[in-house]
């Protein structure tokens, strides 16, 4: 999913999809989750909310804009083409991309009692799952957040063992008990 956003004029691509997310972890060091997440824990202090959230949204549009041109130049170098922009409009395209790539990841069924849930997993241990199953890196740069993970799902439930349903059980007769106790 691409979409276009003008910085000091200039037309710059952002690319959101899986591959996003590996380039902000790996750029980074901490997760594009994690990041919002403090983002929220800071909204007590107004000038540092506002000022992480400038920091937050620019490195987002950084991993997007490198995810569409790999010649993008580093954070630090490509930071200055925002030199006396208003940031915040340019977040907002750039967060709405990125969350249309995320698109409906929730299954409608209900939870299972499992040991961990979803949003315990890091970039890398997803990643990992995705190459597993078969999904190059590459691919990753070109599928959408939601749809690697529809897609992971999918995996998952064909890989379950098929689940026992009333049609499948009977009840045990004389004959069967007898034959357990021997």
Sequence with gaps: MTGFIEIGGRIVELAATFGTMLR????????????????HDLKENDDEYITQTALVGIRLMWAMAKTADDRTPPPEIWAQIFD???????????????????GD????????DNDREEDDFSTEELAAIC?????????????????VMKILSSIAD??????????NIRKATPEDIERFFG
């Design 105 to 112: 990841t929730q299954n409608n069924e209900e939870p299972e």
């Design 158 to 167: 064909l890989r379950k063992p098929e689940k026992e349903t009333r049609s």
């Design 24 to 39: 902000y972890k790996q750029q980074f060091g901490i997760e594009y989750n994690d990041d919002i997440q403090r983002l």
């Design 131 to 147: 190459i597993q199953c078969g999904i190059s890196v590459v691919d990753l740069d070109r599928l959408t957040v939601g749809m």
């Design 84 to 102: 006396k922009t208003d940031v915040m409009p340019l977040m907002i395209k750039a967060v709405a991309l990125f969350n249309a790539s995320v």
